[in-house]
């Protein structure tokens, strides 16, 4: 298929003018299983790993669809084709069969049961043994993982799932049989992500701490910023900051946090609230946004 030309960049409003700054080139791009990607890549909610940049200090940047239309997907298809070779290249691109279709919204349905019975099990549990989990799996600068290395990981943190629900998983993630996943992409397959509306908030909830988008706080920006419910008459505002930063004790860096630390948080937070209104309004309480 067509290879994406990717031209991502992030855009300041400033009355009528719109200011972008480009921070990648127009090329094709691959994934992390070596495939370029393609216009069948474009669906809402898909994440797209890019290599490192100038503009962010990472080792990748995971980039997420969030909104497309059909005229960007007519734009990627047809890309520099004449005329009379658009509509074949239309049917060639877009015309997906209504058994694979099928296929798709089976392997969908499989993995949302998969990624409830996961949850399931985690909210019986405090919220740092999700933020073990997902320590363990970002260790290393994110590795890629085997699928025998995935499974032991899964023991140690008693997160019982079948040979076939970790086989539908690591199929999903692994389309091109390398062998290897992303450690990110499987932690977000395994317990599903956020909504556009909760991950927009946490996002910006982050970024009042990280202006400067570093990707790391420190406890005593966090303490500036964070705003707790009070649940316990007895429980001061301080106590329950600290209280909340001890969920990050056993991170990689010493008196500090990470967005993804950050974002794995509050996705637990969020597989426990299942109302949309009442997260928000958590969010806006607690993060003043």
Known sequence: SSGINAEYGESKTIGKRVSGVQVYPRKRYTSAEGEVYGVR???IGETLVFPRCIAFPLDRVLLRVTDISDSDIL?????DCRIDERKAREDECLGMEKTEIIQK????????EIQGSVVGQLLKRPV???????HALLRDGGKAWRADELQSLLRTFRIDLSSADFLTLWRDLDRSETGLVDSTLFLSRLIGDMSEARMGTVRRAWL??????????????????????????????AEMVEEFLENFTAGPLDQRITYMEFLHYHAYLSAEEVDDQLFLAFMQHSWNV
């Open 41 to 43: 890549d474009l669906k």
């Open 75 to 79: 734009a990627v298809v047809h890309g």
């Open 105 to 112: 919204k089976r392997q969908a349905r499989l993995i949302r």
């Open 128 to 134: 740092r043994s999700l933020l073990g989990l997902s």
């Open 208 to 237: 009042r701490m990280d202006p400067a988008r570093t990707a790391v706080v420190s406890y005593t920006t966090v303490r500036q910023f964070y705003n707790p419910i009070l649940t316990d008459d007895e429980a001061t505002k």
